[in-house]
């Protein structure tokens, strides 16, 4: 039932700017904390950004403080992340994450619902 679609990735040089998109549907979304996570080839999957239900916290991996936003906008049941002056190593699949107890968690054990993944290139 309860579904995470996201868009947005692509091919682009370092120090550009990208914006992904996430759309949860089949259940209420406000009810959900919502993470990022991104997947390197031969690397674990790693935390990079969460947020709270109602968008009033949110918590970023040391890599993407300052550099990257996570935000969200519950009338459209959709959770962004803007990454700016991107570089080489952030190259990966981002993946959009949701659960319902653990608010701003870094834990990817404690999401219980996973989308598919969009692909992030950064060219040197």
């Known amino acids: 039932q309860v579904q995470l679609v996201e868009s947005g990735g692509g091919l682009l040089q370092a120090g550009g700017s990208l914006r992904l998109s996430c759309v949860v549907s089949?259940?209420?979304?406000?009810?959900?904390?919502m993470g990022w996570f991104r997947q390197a080839p031969g690397k674990e999957r790693e935390f990079v950004a969460a947020i709270t239900r109602s968008g009033g916290t949110t918590n970023y991996a040391d890599s993407a403080k300052g550099r990257f936003t996570i935000s969200r906008d519950n009338a459209k049941n959709t959770v962004s992340l803007q990454m700016n002056s991107l570089k080489p190593e952030d190259t990966a699949v981002y993946y959009c994450a949701a659960n319902i107890y653990y608010g701003g968690s870094m834990d990817r054990k404690q999401y219980n619902y996973w989308g598919q993944g969009t692909q992030v290139t950064v060219s040197s």
């Open positions: 089949g259940r209420t979304f406000s009810n959900y904390n």
